[in-house]
Nanobody, 123 residues
């Protein structure tokens, strides 16, 4: 059974940092690209970042470029999102998602999602 379990969310002040983790199991983690997606209150799903299976290729939404860093540790079956310089508009539930392919080539199709972790940026 595929499982994706996010952790690391919480309440942080504007300008602060958080590191999200996503522990994966039930599939060959090193064989698939992964992504972070978020849902802000009252809004739809919004893609944040993705990384290929080997970790050598990444891409980011414009609104997080230079602030967020995606990474993975295939030995630990874990995906990360380092979030710096957080803004109130980053408040959302953050989900990790497994892509169907290894490479970052469209279409970007997801087949499994985690339950999400809440990130709240507020003073």
């Amino acid at each position: 059974e595929v499982q994706l379990v996010e952790s690391g969310g919480g309440l942080v002040q504007p300008g602060g940092s958080l590191r999200l983790s996503c522990a994966a199991s039930g599939f060959t983690f090193s064989g698939y690209a992964m992504s972070w997606v978020r849902r802000a209150p009252g809004k739809g799903l919004e893609w944040v970042s993705r990384i290929n299976s080997g970790g050598g290729s990444t891409s980011y939404a414009d609104f997080v470029k230079g602030r967020f860093t995606i990474s993975r540790d295939n030995a630990k079956n874990t995906l990360y999102l380092q979030m710096n310089s957080l803004k109130p508009e980053d408040t959302a539930v953050y989900y990790c998602a497994k892509l169907k392919s290894s490479w970052l080539v469209p279409p970007y199709e997801y087949d499994y999602w985690g339950q999400g972790t809440q990130v709240t940026v507020s003073s």
